[in-house]
């Protein structure tokens, strides 16, 4: 459902949250932040699933090199 805290440090390089909150806007990856002030990422948001929609189906075009093993 959500990345890790682990796994958020992994994908941005980062371990304090303004500083992960900052890669993920410019790695164009969507979040939110929680009430603590940490970013929430989908782990959908990461792993390219098909997004479905009612007009069309389409993949997000930018796929994470950290997330292809």
């Given at each position: 459902m959500f990345l890790s805290t682990q796994e958020?440090?992994?994908?941005?390089g980062r371990k304090v949250k303004a500083k992960q909150i900052d890669a993920l806007?410019?790695?164009g990856i969507a979040f939110f932040v929680n009430a603590l002030g940490r970013p929430v990422v989908t782990r959908a948001a990461v792993e390219g699933?098909?997004?479905?929609?009612r007009e069309r189906t389409t993949q997000p075009a930018w796929h994470p090199r950290v997330m292809a093993g």
């Open positions: 958020l440090v992994q994908l941005t806007r410019r790695m699933k098909l997004v479905v929609s």
